[in-house]
Nanobody, 115 residues
Framework: QVQFVESGGGLVQPGGSLRLTCTAS????????MGWYRQTPGKEREGVAY????????HYATSVEGRFTISKDNGVNQVYLDMNNLKPEDTAVYYC????????WGQGTPVTVSS
């Protein structure tokens, strides 16, 4: 059974940093390109960062490029999102999934950027 467990979210002031962790089970992330997504109430879920199966190629949404870094550890089946210089508009629930969103979504981890 495929499962994603996202963690690391919280309340942070503008300009602050957080590291999100996604622990995947039921499949091997080394065989997939992975992504981090976010959603705010009333809006569609959007992709913010993607990483290739080998972990060496990454792509970012324009809104987060230069501030967020995606990485993965295939040995422990985890994907990470380092978020720096956070802005209020980054407030959302963050999820991980494959690049093609092949599996059911997890619960996500909420991030709130506010002073």
């Amino acid at each position: 059974q495929v499962q994603f467990v996202e963690s690391g979210g919280g309340l942070v002031q503008p300009g602050g940093s957080l590291r999100l962790t996604c622990t995947a089970s039921g499949f091997t992330i080394s065989e997939y390109s992975m992504g981090w997504y976010r959603q705010t109430p009333g809006k569609e879920r959007e992709g913010v960062a993607y990483i290739g199966d080998g972990g060496q190629i990454a792509h970012y949404a324009t809104s987060v490029e230069g501030r967020f870094t995606i990485s993965k550890d295939n040995g422990v089946n985890q994907v990470y999102l380092d978020m720096n210089n956070l802005k209020p508009e980054d407030t959302a629930v963050y999820y991980c999934n494959t690049r093609l969103t092949a599996f059911p979504w997890g619960q996500g981890t909420p991030v709130t950027v506010s002073s």
